[in-house]
């Protein structure tokens, strides 16, 4: 079995930033890390980032030029730098991933809350 776990949230102003990983667990072998989501209190969960083909990356239109979506050396760890964050950055942040055959594996998020 596969466990993401996102870490890195927290209470922050507006204006703050706040740095989330995602480290697999498990069996991680052939886990690729693609790309973060968010779910707002009441909303659906969306898109925030994600690695498109050829590594490069793709954004939200809300979060572009404020958020950096990266992996670390060893592609083991995924991370999300947000800056200028504002009380609608507030979510429930998850991170997602996919094995060979396409499954999807997801964590069970870590809270961001910006405060006006």
């Known amino acids: 079995q596969v466990q993401l776990e996102e870490s890195g949230g927290g209470l922050v102003q507006s204006g703050g930033s706040l740095r989330l990983s995602c480290v697999p667990s498990?069996?991680?072998?052939?886990?690729?890390?693609v790309g973060w989501y968010r779910q707002a209190p009441g909303k659906q969960r969306g898109l925030v980032a994600i690695?498109?083909?050829?590594?490069?990356?793709y954004y939200a239109d809300s979060v572009k030029g404020r958020f950096t979506i990266s992996r670390g050396n060893a592609m083991n760890t995924m991370y999300l730098q947000m800056n200028s964050l504002k009380p609608e950055d507030t979510a429930v942040y998850y991170c997602?991933?996919?094995?060979?055959?396409?499954?999807?594996?997801w964590g069970k998020g870590t809270l961001v809350t910006v405060s006006s």
């Open positions: 690695f498109t083909s050829g590594n490069s990356t």
């Open positions: 498990g069996s991680i072998f052939g886990i690729n890390l």
């Open positions: 997602r991933g996919t094995n060979f055959y396409g499954v999807d594996y």
